[in-house]
């Protein structure tokens, strides 16, 4: 993007001021979002806000049906995001109209655009870092465990089926952690910002088809990282087609910062000092939680994964039968508290879960509008054998299941070769 000055034609003048407000609209609340002490505060207070605008904006203008949840949920691409998109599309539209019909005469709009790049710069600085440094303390893409690895590809859900190939190496976790905090630093520099920016557009362009391809609910997101990644690298983009297409000299990258008095300029060091200080920071408490939540892990003796063998209910054997409801066809004990029973057909149940060997029984809780407890009688006869019995419910169930060896599947020990004869494609 050339130098914004008063030149530009209206309708230059137009284009940018509409680009400029939606980032911004943009921009704003995921810098209050990252505000110390204040920052949940304040993001509880911009998700009431959009809560109540949300029968107005969303179902009295754009004709949708239903309430619309405005809640997190780990979804960036809810209902209620799209609506938000369209009306910073429309705010923009219109401040940038009225910008450009009401002003008398054409201001210079250099120090806007110098601002902005900056507000640019560093926001997509910071979700760079942000999902880079989760990357390298293990807070994302983690190495499937035992429920993922006894779980057949037709089981996974498209964006399961990424997260597994994405957490099954560190290296590679570490690698593209590697190139977001690199695409980060970069872009605090003003003289590396353009190649910040241009490594960022490459790092986003494959995490947004990823989340395109694999319907990864972070596609809005994600987006909006690659369209700011764009506007960073377009302030060059004269200088990158005279070396990269036009062999021709390109003149020298103007790197001067907006003017500021003397007290400004001092703010501004403390600024980027602190900003610089947060990532560490960041990184730091990322791993504490990290260790916190694995020390929380239990790997008990009936942690993993058990295939059901047989199974009855009310005293009648209920057989391997693909398309039956009622018989249970896994059971998954997780290293926290829970477990899953995975049934022949339907969706996996989740229920709270609890052990007690010294009585031999097992207690499978049940949360939400009617929470029950399910206590069940197991016995081990082998280490790789549960026999469960019991009342679930008002059905009596008895189940024999077998632990799957799942430490030693062909995913798990293949490993790394430097050579290989021939693919060792399965």
Known sequence: MPDADARWSRTKRLGFLFLAFYLLLNIVPHGLAGVPVAGDWLLELWLELWGALMPLLGNAALGIEGPIEVVPTGSGDMTWNYVQQFWFVVIA???????TVLERR?????PFYAWL???VRYSLALAMFSYGLAKWSGNQFQPPDALRLGETFGDASPMGLAWTFLGFSPAYCWFTGLAEVLAGALLVWRRTATLGGLVAAGVMTN???INFCFDVPV??????LLLMAVVVAAHDAPRLLAVLVYNTPAPPADLSAPALGPKLRVLRVVAKALFLLMVPVSFVMQRAAVAEMMAMASYGPLYGLWEVESFSRDGAVRPADPNDALRWRQLFVGDFPYA??????GERTFFGFASDPAAKTITLSEHGEAPAEHVLSFEQPAPDVLELTGKLGEA???ARLRKIDLEHTELMTRGFRWISERPYNR
């Open 93 to 99: 539209a219109a401040v940038a109209v009225a910008w």
């Open 106 to 110: 054409r201001r210079d709009l250099a």
């Open 117 to 119: 790049r900056i507000a």
């Open 207 to 209: 995490v947004v088809m």
């Open 219 to 224: 596609k809005l997101y994600s987006s909006l």
């Open 340 to 345: 899953l029973v995975r049934p022949m057909t």
């Open 396 to 398: 009596t169930i008895a």
